[in-house]
């Protein structure tokens, strides 16, 4: 048993610190659309309130993700204003990135039916990380394990550092083209790629946290008459790729909506290797859209049976609720961003 744990803390230790320059990315990324690219900033004329919940890996503890945006368009100033608020708990509470971004588009209209947004974001980022759950080779006994027989832990060389948390500036851009059916665009996040090390060593080797690079798109195509409250069926086929430094993933499929429900598919595959098949369900009514979808792994992971990811999002989009002179202006944004709403 006590090898059996060893291990798994040793996988674990061993993800968290290959993979801390790298983003958690909602595989229901357009129910986070603000995690993307801030040009998403402002689809909808009334708010848009979203709240999303991602648990990878359940059996390890590995990842759980929070978040929670608003987001409207201010007709007055053609523009999308949005915020959104994020936290990544890796290793169950052993490291924390909590993140806050204010996010601004501007619409312009290149033609009646084709349109650009050109959307910034300023954030502040905070991580910090659990000094006394930590457990270095020094402590780890051949026998014994990192604790006596009595259960203390053995003691360790390792000096923690002056101060557990790093708060630090970040900004984004991003584009975006769409029209009635087809949307796409790119973004850039942590321009100034900053400085989110705990410690203070090796700093000529780190180049602070890597810009992210996305690249996202996708359609809308009508299936016919068939709807509720004029939300007629459709289906929206769509892309995501993403690089940031050595590590990149891209999603790949198809989202379906029918009257209240929805549904969708998608295959991930990382840099070198396959990741996962996310399969998605949900049921939208009035002014309320709730998903939930779950990430089965592909990779070599599936043979420790880490299971897989799930994730929750729940949409509060107010567009669905006002009156009918409302929903005719909704109808004049004239786009194909149901996907997102």
């Excluded at 027989?149 to 101060?163: N, Q, R």
């Excluded at 996962?276 to 420790?304: H, P, Q, W």
Aim: with cysteine; proline share 5%.
């Amino acid at each position: 048993m006590r090898l059996k744990l060893l291990s798994a803390a040793f996988f674990l230790l061993t993800f968290l610190t290959a993979t801390q320059a790298q983003d958690i990315i909602y595989s229901q990324f357009y129910a986070a659309p603000l995690q993307i690219s801030p040009a998403f900033a402002g689809n909808t004329i009334a708010p848009r309130i979203g709240v999303n919940y991602r648990n990878q890996w359940p059996s390890l503890k590995a990842y759980r993700t929070y978040s929670v945006s608003y987001s409207q368009f201010l007709e007055n100033l053609n523009s999308g204003l949005g915020v959104m608020l994020t936290t990544d708990d890796a290793g169950d509470g052993l490291y924390k990135t909590t993140r806050f971004g204010v996010n601004y588009a501007y619409k312009l209209s290149v033609s009646r039916t084709f349109n650009l947004k050109l959307g910034i974001e300023a954030g502040l980022m905070q991580s910090n990380v659990d000094w006394n759950r930590l457990i270095f080779l020094d402590q780890i006994d051949p026998i014994n394990g990192p604790v006596d027989p009595g259960g203390s832990p053995f003691p360790t060389e390792e000096v923690a550092p002056l101060d557990f948390n790093r708060s630090y500036f970040d900004a984004s851009m991003g584009v975006l083209a769409y029209g009635p059916m087809f949307y796409g665009g790119f973004s850039l996040k942590h321009l100034s790629t900053p400085d989110d090390g705990i410690l203070d060593i090796n700093t000529n080797l780190y180049n602070g946290l890597p810009m992210r690079v996305s690249l996202h798109g996708g359609a809308q195509i009508p299936l016919g008459s068939r709807n509720v409250r004029n939300k007629k069926a459709y289906i929206s086929p769509n892309v995501l790729f993403i690089k940031q430094g050595d590590f990149g993933q891209v999603n790949a499929g198809t989202y379906a909506g029918l009257g209240m429900f929805f549904a969708g598919v998608w295959y991930r595959h990382a840099f070198g290797n396959s990741d996962a098949i996310i399969s998605l369900v949900g049921v939208k009514k009035d002014f309320l859209k709730i998903g939930y979808s779950y990430d089965s792994t592909v990779s070599e992971l599936a043979g420790i049976n880490p299971g897989g990811a799930h994730e929750i999002s729940l949409i509060l989009n107010f567009d669905e609720s006002e009156s009918v002179k409302r929903q005719r202006r909704a109808e004049r944004m004239n786009d194909c961003f149901d996907l997102f709403r």
